[in-house]
């Protein structure tokens, strides 16, 4: 209805805006473990809680997602991408990112894995590492909407009761 109303009260306003509607990207992947999908959730950082998440965007399959005190920590994230790749049994054709100081370490061994054990040479194996807007990054994007809407609320209740209760302290240092 308010489309309706608006489309007739101003035509070339909402052309201009549907014109700049979020255009989704069409991922062409041949299968699993082709493209895997990174970022970090922060919506519970306030709460000492960041979270890492990998998904596989053939099947969107949650492939890891690491709880620590930081996610933007390059060697943490790096070591993350080497237990998922151990996991698995090997690496993706191409990792999507965002280009965060967290990614550097993860785009090294990317590239470096690629060029070693893939058979491309070190410039195309620097194209296995792709960076993106976070926002563009839209199948791990949709898992933290998803986690949002299902599970941060209840996991922040239950910290706020911690603390109201007193069995959680989050200036304590040991239990941060």
Sequence with gaps: MVY???KEVNPDGMAARLHHACVHCVYRTHGPNHIWACDGHNKLKKYGICVYGFIDVWSRKILGMFV????????HIGVYF???ALKIGGIPQ???SDF?????????YQSWFSNQF?????EEAKKRMH???STHNQKIEALWSQMMKQHNQSIIDNI???IMIGSYDPNNELQK
């Design 82 to 84: 080497l237990d998922l």
């Design 68 to 75: 620590h005190v930081t996610n933007n920590d390059q060697h």
């Design 4 to 6: 309706n109303v608006l």
């Design 94 to 96: 191409k990792v999507t």
């Design 131 to 133: 960076f993106t807007k």
């Design 118 to 122: 893939a058979g491309v040479n070190a």
């Design 100 to 108: 965060g100081s967290e990614t550097g370490t993860m785009g090294t």
């Design 160 to 162: 706020k009761h911690a």
